[in-house]
């Protein structure tokens, strides 16, 4: 098994590959970058892609790069794609690919739909799904831009109404142990919302705050003028502590909490790697069809993510 890791360098893509070859996984790091990359490769041209590909098993797109033509060239060859963007409309093509697509890999979604399901599992809903993420990370370019994308844009509420993205706060008691000031989350579109609303029959709904109270008011400022998002700061105050949680209606909660949503990421997608070698992937594929929260808890680095 050989694993290309598009964005191999990059904030997730360079923790991917350090956790894959420490569990004897042959990964090779691919970008345009000649000095850093194992296999260098644009891909914003197919035929670059293509050429990549060569005796490859798995695919893990860490670039950033949202190209439904990258996914099916996967599936010409009968390759797993593996995706960890958060982007619903990106997602949902994804989902018509005519192959083996894994999606919903990362920190959110991932753990997150993997929390929500097994407080599904438990209680009929509906459920909400918080991440606070550390605003003071460095994070890599691709996952900064995303986040500022989605000022002042909307998507759909189980309910048929249309959300502003980072709109609605809600208040969210926070564990203790996770060390995060309480303060309210806001509405932000991330894709395993729709998915997991659709397939239980429950409204399911995503919030988001950073933990500086500071910079979560920002983006909501923002979002009224989505033309000054290029005046936002690169980095923000705040520390490098995550924590998402699932919390059903009338049920306690799930959660889980960690340093570096880079990194949480990074042993998500691993994880995906490794059962994806236990299981062979015929088409478009979400990560709790793949793996549960228990089978997750003994598959992570212990000092990477605290469930």
Known sequence: MSVLVLGGYGAVGAHLVRM????????????????RADRVVDVTVVESFRTALAEVSVVVNCAGTEDVRLADECAHHGIPFVEISATSAYVQALQHVEGPV???VGLAPGLTTLLAVDTLSNDLGPVDIMICLGSGEHHGPAATAWTYRLMGEH?????????RNF?????????????????PALRVDFADQHRLTREFGVPVR???RLDSRLAT???????WAPALRALAPQRMPGSDRWV?????????????????QSLATAAVAAATVREIARHRITVPTWIHELLEIGKLRHDLPVTCIRL
């Open 20 to 35: 894959l070859r420490t569990d004897g996984i042959p990964a090779l790091t691919a970008g345009r970058d000649a000095a």
């Open 244 to 260: 998402v949680l699932a919390r059903a209606a009338n049920g306690p909660i799930r959660w889980a909490a960690g340093r570096g």
């Open 102 to 104: 894994v999606l919903g």
């Open 206 to 208: 995503t919030y988001l």
């Open 155 to 163: 998507f759909p509420d189980p309910d048929g109404t249309s959300i």
């Open 217 to 223: 008011a920002g983006l909501a400022g923002l979002t």
């Open 167 to 183: 709109t609605k706060p809600a208040y969210f008691k926070l564990p203790e142990q996770a060390g995060c000031k309480p303060f």
